[in-house]
């Protein structure tokens, strides 16, 4: 009769297959997770805000309790050009797990940092943040006939303490032809505190309002979204928080020259030329009823200097000033290309 022999150990080789089998495993699912996470944010766009959704990556450790986005982008509703219209670099979630365990997600701190929101306004006097779903006042469309409204079922949802940054705001009217007049404000909002956030809606609402308020303009819908959502509006004297500089100055490694003919160019196009002096480096124009003036300098750096003022009635306009501005260094970006 045979003894029965000792289990068989096993060797350090045959460890380290394991180890790395189940190391590949929980990468494997760790990748999976953050997919569905963002094919989850991605499908909220047309749903939920009425907009296509992009996202870049998306990362979220359970065990330190952290998520963080990237790249995300949210593009013009339809009637609008499909560029994007809200560009947030980067997003910090700290989640409460806590919370998470109601079966909600839930966020004790949110940090978004928005690069850019592009406000339009069509031939129509519409504007591109009044057609997204979120700035309908909240209510359901109207059933048809014999068709019940299909609800969209929304992730539970709340954030405790949301911190805004905001760096820039572009409004590009086409209401006055097909060549849009672009205005820029740069908007200096750090760290604007919001709490109790408990929806994607309301969210969403909160990085619009907060960004066009010092714009100053009026919008009926977006607004009244937000009354409903019980979003705080800004304080009326957020206007004196934008940057009082009546010009914009653009950087670029062109020649005094070349960036002297690029600007005669542009004004080509877009207005009227009335004045210029290639050795004193500047050129005035007529562009969209406001008197423009380029002036053109070389830095210490070695850079060109492209300084853009804008008066209208005898009063600066700096916002349109960056409007000039952007379209330049558009201009540039795609020559380059």
């Keep these: 009769m045979k003894t029965p022999g000792r289990p068989k150990r096993w060797n350090y080789q045959q460890i380290l297959q394991l180890a ?21 944010l991605i499908g909220l766009g047309p749903k939920v805000i009425g907009a296509r959704l992009e ?10 309790q952290r998520m963080a986005i990237k790249g995300f982008k949210l593009y013009n509703p339809d009637g609008f050009p499909d560029e994007v219209m809200l560009d947030v670099p980067e997003v910090s979630v700290r989640l409460n797990p806590w919370r998470m365990l109601t079966g909600r997600l839930a966020m004790s701190a949110v940090v978004i940092n928005m690069k850019e929101l592009v406000i339009i306004k069509n031939a129509d006097k519409k504007l591109n943040v009044d057609a997204l779903k979120i700035a309908q006042s909240g209510k359901d469309p109207p059933a048809k006939e014999d068709k019940p409204v299909k609800k969209v079922k929304k992730p539970k949802f709340f954030i405790q303490e949301l911190r805004l940054n905001v760096e820039q705001v572009v409004v590009k009217d086409f209401s006055k032809g097909e060549t849009p007049v672009i205005q820029v404000y740069d908007i200096p909002l750090k760290d604007k505190v919001i709490r109790d956030v408990d929806s994607f809606e309301k969210l969403m609402t909160v990085l619009i309002v907060h960004a066009m308020g010092p714009t100053a303009i009026k919008s009926a819908g977006i607004y009244a979204a937000a009354a409903v959502l019980g979003v705080g509006f ?23 020259d070349k960036a002297f003919d690029f600007c005669r160019e542009f004004i080509a196009e877009r207005g009227a030329l009335k004045k210029q002096h290639r050795e004193k480096g500047y050129l005035a124009a007529k562009i969209d009823g406001h008197d423009v003036r380029f002036d053109i300098t070389e830095t210490e750096a070695g850079e060109t200097a492209i300084t853009v003022s804008a008066r209208k009635f005898m009063l600066p306009k700096s916002a349109f000033a960056g409007g000039i501005v952007y379209q330049l260094r558009k201009r540039m970006n795609e020559d380059t290309r």
């Design 234 to 256: 800004l304080p009326a004297g957020i206007l004196g928080i934008m940057v009082a500089d009546d010009d914009s100055v653009l950087a670029t490694r062109m020649s005094r």
């Design 55 to 64: 996202v870049g990556r998306i990362s979220l450790s359970l065990v330190r």
């Design 20 to 40: 790395a089998v189940v190391l590949a495993l929980l990468l494997l699912l760790g990748g999976l997770k953050n997919f569905f996470l963002k094919q989850l």
